[in-house]
């Protein structure tokens, strides 16, 4: 095991991925200036935390400026190898800070983004050496495989396979370039199914020599496609990076500019490995192993009740739209007052926790604190979801009667949340808001 994961490489892989992650995620941030995310941190009056870290809140309007500002400096910093050490800490912490800031704003690359500046803070990529130990190159393979392999697992599902959600986001794109083909009877179960292929076998065309450029034409394609049907900013090329790194290590020195800047000399031989080195990865691997499969502890269909569903690598499987009430009543007087969350909410906010009964709790938990401090009296806060999954007709998900003020947000199952009702009949589709 010793040798396999400390065996030398051509360090050349390493500065390669170094730069070219440093750019795309310098980019991400760029692009999320451009098209609005940015205002998500500064405009609403309530930001959703995760569990355990509701202390973690975005700056003030000019400090979100500078935070934004320093962790796109820092993503050059580390892609240029400028002060790289102070450069890479501030680019792990900045992407951390603003995943956290804000749970509305989870998506699965985002998450990755922050798994791989840890890394790059963690490692000496900076380092002007010939050779680097295997393990380092692993790690970041370690994070495609994960991402690729569990998206693949969890599309084995009825909903998948039936060719939908992907119906929906196929209908909603029909006047794009490729609308001719997006409207097609059989788009939605090809694009299903090509999804579901992708995910579970790229890994393995990757890792075979004989398979390797197959696999690597089929990433194009795949993530060519990916761009033009969903616009995913930067993690389409990140995915296409990451693919490039099963090639042979030493590739990047025949890149003719690029091969200026890559170490020519340096010791055939490493230094022997720290003897906690392998239990320390196998932890790590067993925990990111773990973390995706919780959900089958829960109740329910995951989809429906969202328990486990984040950090899981459960994309583009689910899309929910309905509505949304809340009534916050007065225990003193028994007044009750129909909220209209959008006082508090941007719009993208409150559209993404439709159907998202940890959220749609912590916002009730907000609303008790608010009106219990402004009427200086206890308060009940009730909740009406009606929820439409993947089509279906519309069903209520919060056990009606339930007083949320009086609930706890834990990782215990939500015994309040109503189990989805598994008949298969499904409403019209439509292209309405919804959650991929």
């Excluded at 790289?84 to 699965?108: A, H, K």
């Excluded at 973390?291 to 583009?316: C, D, K, Q």
């Excluded at 056990?399 to 990782?411: F, H, M, V």
């Amino acid at each position: 095991m010793i040798k396999l994961f400390y065996h030398p490489i051509d360090s050349a892989i390493l500065i390669y991925f170094r730069f070219m992650a440093g750019i795309l995620m310098s980019q991400e941030l760029i692009n999320a200036l451009f098209i609005g995310k940015f205002n998500e941190y500064t405009t609403p009056k309530f930001h959703f935390s995760y569990l355990f870290f509701d202390w973690i809140k975005p700056w003030p309007y000019e400090g979100m400026i500078l935070h934004y500002g320093l962790t796109i400096l820092a993503g050059l910093g580390v892609a240029f190898n400028f002060h790289y050490r102070i450069s890479s800490v501030i680019l792990f912490l900045g992407y951390t800070l603003l995943f956290l800031m804000e749970q509305t704003e989870y998506i699965n690359h985002a998450y990755l983004y922050c798994l791989i500046s840890f890394w790059i803070m963690i490692l000496p990529l900076n380092k002007n050496k010939k050779l680097m130990p295997a393990w380092m190159l692993y790690i970041f393979l370690f994070h495609m495989g994960l991402a690729y392999f569990f998206g693949g697992i969890a599309k084995l599902n009825p909903d998948w396979l039936s060719g939908s959600p992907m119906n929906i986001f196929l209908e909603a794109r029909r006047n794009y370039p490729l609308g001719f083909i997006y409207s097609a009877d059989w788009a939605p179960k090809a694009f299903a199914y090509g999804g579901l292929f992708f995910d579970l076998f790229i890994v393995p065309l990757m890792i075979f020599r004989m398979t390797r450029y197959l696999g690597l034409l089929l990433s194009i394609l795949f993530h060519l496609s990916n761009v033009m049907m969903f616009g995913l900013a930067t993690f389409p090329w990140f995915s296409l990076l990451l693919t490039t790194m099963f090639l042979n290590p030493s590739w990047p020195r025949r890149v003719p500019y690029f091969s200026r800047f890559l170490p020519k000399n340096g010791p055939e031989l490493l230094p022997s490995p720290h003897p906690v080195l392998i239990p320390l990865l196998a932890i790590y691997a067993f925990i990111h192993l773990a973390l995706p499969l919780r959900h089958w502890i829960y109740p329910g269909n995951v989809a429906w009740t969202e328990e486990g569903h984040m950090f899981s690598w459960r994309m583009m499987l689910r899309h929910k739209k309905g509505s949304l009430n809340f009534l916050v009543q007065n225990k003193s007087t028994l007044q009750g007052l129909i909220v209209n969350p959008l006082e508090f909410l941007t719009e993208r906010q409150f559209q993404d926790i439709i159907g998202k009964p940890d959220l749609i709790l912590h916002f009730a938990h907000y609303l008790r604190d608010h009106y219990q401090k402004e009427w200086k009296s206890n308060v009940a806060v009730y909740a009406s979801s009606r929820v439409s999954l993947n089509g279906r007709a519309e069903q209520e998900m919060i056990r009606p009667g339930t007083d949320l003020a009086q609930e706890s947000r834990s990782l215990m199952p939500y015994a309040w949340i109503l189990p989805m009702n598994e008949d298969k009949k499904k409403a019209r589709i439509s292209a309405g808001p919804g959650h991929p």
